[in-house]
């Protein structure tokens, strides 16, 4: 389906772990569809393992070398963004397109004060002088509600809370004002209370610049608060999408309502953690196992006779 003002979209896209040593190549991600319009707030939900970080990796160009893309595609704007070449993604990648981490520990440089690497950002994407990238440092710190923001641009990341940490990084992603925005669990490290802060804080950001946002996570317990419509992928395999109302109150698989019931309740503090039936995951792993054999079957035959087998499996 495409969206009216589309920002992102992700088209039949397979990833793989490249074959080595008589191992033979292994998707990763199988046959991923995705759009993101301009100004909602995207979640992509699922597992650790499930591949919902490779789909951002691959939104943003940071395959890692032992995987490729061996079909579909990811067009920004309408651009063909998987078809730039390292420079072209370079131009574009913190000024158009921005990522906001799940560790701001290792995701700042322990060697530099944070609000210098705020300004480099400026100074690099927009040609702000030294003086201009340091005033709008102190407006960005400000903005994700830092106090004493001159302060804290003089200290370095190991000296501030990790919800400091995590308000830098927003700050640095949305310094440019990009298009869009690439949250991979940026709450994942912080304890409830800040994590709802952060939450609010980047929703607030997010509807005042009217940034798209892919938000990664596992929490589906996030998704409610923050994101306008939602994908549930498992195995790389996109298994159930759509608003947030269908998904929290009606969803479609018995995956997702594993997912659910499988998320603690802060209102149910008393209530025993579920984990999700073996047999639920069981036969999407076997049907992902299937979908791999019929795949590379068609692809060895013919490269486009894999498109009707992935329209078959959908």
Do not use: Y
């Given at each position: 389906m495409t969206l009216p003002n589309e920002c992102l979209r992700i088209d039949g896209l397979h990833l793989a772990l490249r074959a080595s040593r008589g191992h033979p190549a292994r998707l990763v991600l199988r046959g991923v569809d995705l759009s993101v319009a301009a100004g909602e707030v995207h979640a992509l939900?699922?597992?650790?393992?499930?591949?919902?970080?490779?789909?951002?990796?691959?939104?943003?160009?940071?395959?890692?070398?032992?995987?490729?893309?061996?079909?579909?595609?990811?067009?920004?704007?309408?651009?063909?963004?998987?078809?730039?070449?390292?420079?072209?993604?370079?131009?574009?990648?913190?000024?158009?397109?921005a990522l906001i981490p799940q560790d701001p520990l290792t995701a700042l440089n322990p060697g530099h004060t944070v609000g210098s690497q705020v300004a480099d950002v400026l100074r690099l994407h927009l040609g702000h002088s030294r003086a201009q990238a340091q005033a709008r440092t102190l407006e960005l710190l400000d903005a994700v509600r830092i106090r004493a923001p001159a302060t804290v641009a003089r200290q370095y990341p190991h000296e501030l809370s990790g919800g400091m940490r995590q308000r830098v990084l927003i700050a640095i992603a949305f310094a440019c004002k990009p298009r869009l925005i690439v949250a991979d669990e940026p709450t994942t490290a912080l304890d409830v209370t800040v994590q709802r802060e952060v939450l609010r804080l980047l929703r607030d950001l997010q509807r005042d610049e009217g940034a798209a946002v892919l938000f990664?996570?596992?929490?589906?317990?996030?998704?409610?608060?923050?994101?306008?419509?939602?994908?549930?992928?498992h195995a790389g395999r996109i298994v159930e999408h759509g608003s947030v109302r269908e998904i929290v109150e009606s969803p479609r698989t018995d995956y997702t309502r594993a997912l659910f019931a499988a998320t603690p309740r802060y209102d149910r503090p008393a209530e025993a953690l579920r984990s999700i039936d073996e047999a639920v995951t069981d036969a999407l792993n076997a049907e992902a196992a299937a979908y791999d054999e019929a795949w590379w079957r068609a692809r060895a035959r013919a490269p486009t006779a894999s498109a009707a087998v992935e329209q078959g499996h959908r």
């Open positions: 939900v699922g597992e650790s393992g499930a591949g919902k970080s490779m789909v951002g990796r691959a939104v943003l160009g940071f395959v890692p070398p032992a995987m490729e893309c061996v079909a579909g595609s990811v067009r920004f704007l309408g651009k063909d963004w998987s078809r730039l070449d390292q420079a072209e993604r370079r131009v574009h990648l913190g000024r158009d397109v990664i996570t596992h929490n589906l317990g996030l998704v409610a608060q923050l994101a306008d419509r939602v994908s549930v992928i």
